[in-house]
């Protein structure tokens, strides 16, 4: 199926504002973005968990979500300014159960909301990659990356 990434990250982000309500989030969207291969379920999915992360681990400050077309890929990005993650765990958290620290003191969760988002992705034919600043430690991004199709003509617009 096509999914219009513009509808899923609006409509993601509204459940997101009753759900989180005090939480800022803005979104920056390119002008055109074009129609991506997948689900728009399983998006809205890794899209809520990611938000939901960004939330739990981000700090105070607003949750930025970027879309944007990057050569034949299309690029999206949810970006918090929490205390980050170190580099040799930006893999590690993608593994199922691995949470960050010790275990009393941290916010509720099972681990699992990484790992099933980079599976949704993968069946997107896309990928997911979690980007740290190495040396401020300041905030996460992670980075979704879609190939961006031909809309093939339908056969009957033709004839
Ligand atoms: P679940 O999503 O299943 O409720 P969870 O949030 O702990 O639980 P994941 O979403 O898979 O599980 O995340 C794994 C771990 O990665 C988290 O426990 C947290 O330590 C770390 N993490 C994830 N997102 C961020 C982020 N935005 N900033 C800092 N750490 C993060
Ligand atoms: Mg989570």
New binding site residues.
């Given amino acids: 199926d096509w999914v219009d990434v513009v509808d899923v990250i609006n409509s993601t982000v509204e459940r997101c504002r009753k759900v989180f309500p005090d939480r800022a989030i803005e979104v920056q969207l390119a002008p055109d973005l074009p129609l991506i291969r997948g689900d728009s379920v399983l998006l809205g999915q890794v899209l809520f968990?990611l938000i939901?992360?960004?939330d739990?681990?981000?700090g105070a400050e607003p949750i930025r979500i970027y879309a944007r077309r990057d050569g034949d890929e299309l690029a999206l990005s949810v970006v918090?300014m929490?205390?980050?993650?170190p580099e040799k765990?930006l893999e590690q958290?993608?593994e199922k159960f691995?949470?960050?620290?010790k275990p009393d003191g941290?916010?509720?969760?099972?681990?699992?909301?990484?790992?099933i988002?980079r599976g949704f992705v993968e069946a997107m034919g896309g990928t997911i990659k979690?980007e740290s600043p190495a040396q401020k430690r300041k905030g996460?991004r992670?980075i979704l990356r879609f190939p961006i199709e031909d809309m093939p003509v339908e056969a009957e617009t033709i004839s």
């Fill in positions: 968990n939901d992360n960004a739990k681990y981000g918090d929490g205390k980050g993650i765990e958290v993608f691995f949470r960050r620290g941290r916010a509720p969760g099972t681990g699992l909301g990484l790992p988002a979690a996460t992670m």
